[in-house]
């Protein structure tokens, strides 16, 4: 599934045209012809506002000032500042960039893997190999918790407890299912006959990975990059738990702002939109490949 | 390297595969794929063997190791089934799974079923209903916390709307439907039925991930093949026979794959309680998460008893599933 929405769908110029059939290009801003699809627009437009009510009230309350927040959470501020994304910025930049140096260099390194892992898997099944992939991608669904103590004493005996390396390191592990799995799959879909192509001039398995595969990777690596920033940005429990103070990341420091007795909802929120903006940035950017990368995580 | 293209003998080799290639090529392969599956193996087969360990022996706070067997073998199961708190976390990560599923898989299905079939705004639609899912947990909690807080959230529109006493939320030990009424004395310590409290949380839950099964579904919707439905309707089907007898069937692997990852995100859930509202009063939102987290601290033993209970009713719906790929995979 995840191969073919990478891959343009060939449509025929007959079948653009019959009617009935969803044609994407050239887009058509064709009002509804009938109630019935008047209704469907209206049931749309309704929902898609209603879903769109949390994030007004997130953007609303940021702009809301630095002083606590508004007495009721649909208020908007009458006059809106940035004040409180300053206190917001104040206490998350250091998490910020924590979550940059564990987020780029764990996805880069989990995408490698998981690509050659993906390429080995699809183009050279040995004896076992998908039995041993069924038994690798268990580990996409385990609960962390369940291995988390043996995580932090070998962290501790490797002296990374606590640091942002050790982040990383967990974070490539606990990844290489997944990026393994859209790697298999997006390979799939690349023919084998360049393989035996290769083959035929010579090339061994890594020369044709770095020659032949690597090249023809981008749109599987735009997918995979794409999941895993989003998951490790996003990652809570491994942060929660294994970093310190000075290694943690956005999401951890973003609940402590929460705090124990008043809440600030204002700074809260702001620094909520701050947390959020690469993810969504991310999202609203390359949407195509983060489908992709929704329906690649999906085992067939 | 020359490499010949003669059939392999039989050692290691799969021929019904598209390449040809030697035993000496695919040798090679399972070499380079070695070390990555013996690291997963370790942190996941491994580890999880080192939680069961832990589980069964008498090491409690971290850093002073006790390895030794606890003695009845077991002990501590049986110590925390009897737990209050154990017993609410059971009840709230049932009933939060099932409502949570049921909220985002037909939420999911009647979005994609609309936005499938809109004559305008079909990306806009789809983008804004995915846009939470690509939030964290934290965000989410936080934000929902915020529309749920009893003094200036959505208590304020209760109230206008002549709702005397509004639900404390997150903070109200309410359980509705509760089907027994513990006096102490008896093993089960916690009413059975659903915690108003949790409410909250299954909301920005569903919130989140309605988009993901919305994605899943239109998915399967774009793969049926208008043809069936055209054909359906000269044969005069009416919508609401078409949707049932074409495009419900057709979607069923859509269902299965997001009810699976829906349900093993639900039993998971941790980040999002956090930040929504902790273990609450009379851990009325305490989960299984929330429960291993806290006692890192003082029980390692009690921590991964937890994390296995977890671990075994997660592996019971991801495993069929996971076989299940693998047969589909072996026949095609």
């Keep these: 599934m995840a191969v073919e929405t990478l891959q343009p769908t060939p449509t025929t110029n007959q079948q653009r045209r019959r009617p009935g059939t969803k044609n994407r290009k050239p887009k058509s801003w064709k009002l509804p012809k009938t109630p ?35 007495n009721f959470f649909l208020a908007f501020p009458d006059a809106p500042s940035l004040e409180a994304f300053k206190g917001a910025w104040t206490k998350l930049h250091g998490s910020l960039a924590n979550s940059l140096q564990i987020t780029i260099p764990a996805a880069v390194i989990s995408c490698l893997l998981g690509s050659i892992n993906g390429y080995l898997l699809s183009k050279f099944p040995f004896k076992g190999s998908s039995a041993l992939f ?29 640091s942002i390396l050790g982040l990383i390191v967990v974070h490539i592990i606990y990844g ?71 290694s943690w990341p956005a999401t951890v420091t973003l609940n402590n702002l929460i705090g124990t007795t008043t809440v600030n909802y204002s700074e809260l929120m702001a620094g909520a939109v701050l947390v959020a903006a690469p993810t969504v940035l991310l999202y609203l950017v390359l949407g195509r490949f983060f489908v992709s990368g929704l329906t690649a995580g999906a085992v067939k | 390297m020359r490499t010949s293209f003669r059939p392999p003998a039989s050692a290691g080799l799969r021929p019904k595969k598209q390449v040809p290639h030697n035993v000496k090529t695919s040798r090679r392969a399972a070499w380079i794929f070695a070390p990555s599956l013996l690291v997963s193996f370790v942190f996941v087969y491994v580890f999880i063997g080192v939680t069961v360990y832990i589980s069964l022996s008498n ?39 099932v409502i949570f599923l049921v909220l985002a898989i037909l939420g999911g299905l009647v979005a994609a079923l609309f936005i499938h079939h809109v004559a305008v705004g079909k990306g806009l639609f789809r983008t804004v209903f995915l846009l939470p ?53 008896d093993f089960l310590k916690v009413q059975f039925g659903i915690p108003v409290a949790l409410l909250p949380i299954i909301f920005a839950a569903g919130w989140q991930l309605v988009g993901f099964a919305m994605a899943m579904y239109l998915a399967g919707l774009a793969s049926i093949p208008e043809e069936h439905l055209e054909a359906a309707s000269v044969d005069g089907a009416n919508t609401w026979q078409r949707l049932r007898h074409i495009v419900l069937p057709q979607l069923w692997p859509s269902t299965i794959t997001c009810f699976v990852l829906l349900l093993h995100v639900a039993l998971k859930i941790f980040d999002l309680v956090v930040a929504m509202s902790g273990s609450g009063p009379g851990f009325v939102t305490d989960v299984p998460g929330i429960y291993i987290y806290n006692y890192l601290s003082s029980r390692y033993d009690k921590a991964s008893a937890m994390a296995i209970i977890l671990l075994l009713l997660t592996l019971a719906v991801i495993v069929p599933y996971l076989i299940r790929g693998y047969r589909r995979e072996r026949k095609a």
């Design chain 1, 176 to 246: 290489i299912p997944i990026t393994t799995l859209i790697f298999r799959n997006y390979y799939e879909g690349i023919p084998s006959a360049i393989i035996e192509a290769a083959a035929i001039d010579g090339a061994g398995i890594w020369r044709t990975y770095t020659r032949v595969m690597l090249p023809l990777s981008v749109p599987g690596f735009v997918v995979a990059g794409i999941f895993q920033c989003t998951n490790i940005w996003n990652d809570f429990l491994f942060g929660f738990i294994l970093a310190s103070p000075a």
């Design chain 1, 36 to 70: 019935g699809g008047w209704v469907v627009l209206a049931i749309c437009t309704i929902a898609t506002l209603g879903m769109l009510v949390p994030v007004y009230v997130i953007v609303a309350t940021a702009l809301s000032g630095g002083h606590g927040a508004p």
């Design chain 1, 134 to 162: 069924t038994v690798l991608l268990v580990g996409m669904f385990i609960p962390f918790q369940a291995v988390i103590i043996p995580v932090f004493q070998f962290l501790n005996m490797l002296h990374l407890q606590g």
């Design chain 2, 133 to 185: 899912y690509a939030l964290s947990f934290i965000v989410t909690g936080v934000a929902w916390r915020w529309i749920f807080s009893p003094s200036t959230g959505v208590n304020q529109i209760l109230r206008n709307l002549g709702i005397e006493n509004p639900p404390g939320w997150t903070t109200d030990t309410t359980v509705l439907g509760a089907l027994n009424d513990p006096t102490g004395t």
């Design chain 2, 59 to 97: 090491w409690k706070i971290g850093t002073s190791p006790n390895l030794s067997l606890r003695e009845p073998f077991g002990g501590t199961y049986g110590e925390i089934i009897q737990e209050q708190r154990f017993q609410a976390d059971i009840r709230n990560v049932v009933i939060f799974t």
